[in-house]
């Protein structure tokens, strides 16, 4: 099996509704996301590749133009949690090539969520 990633950037305003009273996360506040996008293959393509990292640029495209310096909760469906970003985004590029296996969205250096189906 071959596997390969890459990561991408953005940053974003959130709120996380329904929180118990004082919850920090339940006040408006934003973080700078790192997301891992990784594809797996059995077989190389003709030019060796699982997927040409040149080709993940439309996936920079839809964080660059529906997710960096937004307000997830205006342009997301569902809770704007790492979980469901990392499922969503997923989804997004799964459709894009068959090769995705998961995305991992972190949203600080020590905390990170991973979808995968």
């Known amino acids: 099996m071959f596997t390969i990633a890459k990561q991408f950037h953005f940053s974003a305003s959130h709120i996380l509704e329904g929180l118990p009273e004082g919850h920090k996360c339940g006040r408006l506040h934003g973080h700078n996301y790192v997301v ?8 190389l393509d003709r030019h060796g590749f699982v997927v040409d990292y040149g080709d993940l640029d439309a996936f920079k495209r839809i964080i660059d133009e529906e997710f960096d310096h937004r ?3 205006d342009v997301m469906e569902g809770p704007t949690t790492a979980e469901n970003i990392a499922c969503q985004l997923y989804l997004r590029a799964k459709a894009l090539w068959p090769q995705v296996v998961t995305v991992r969205v972190s949203e600080s250096p020590r905390t990170w969520a991973e979808y995968r189906p």
């Open 36 to 43: 891992e996008l990784v594809l797996a293959a059995q077989e």
């Open 71 to 73: 307000h997830l909760n």
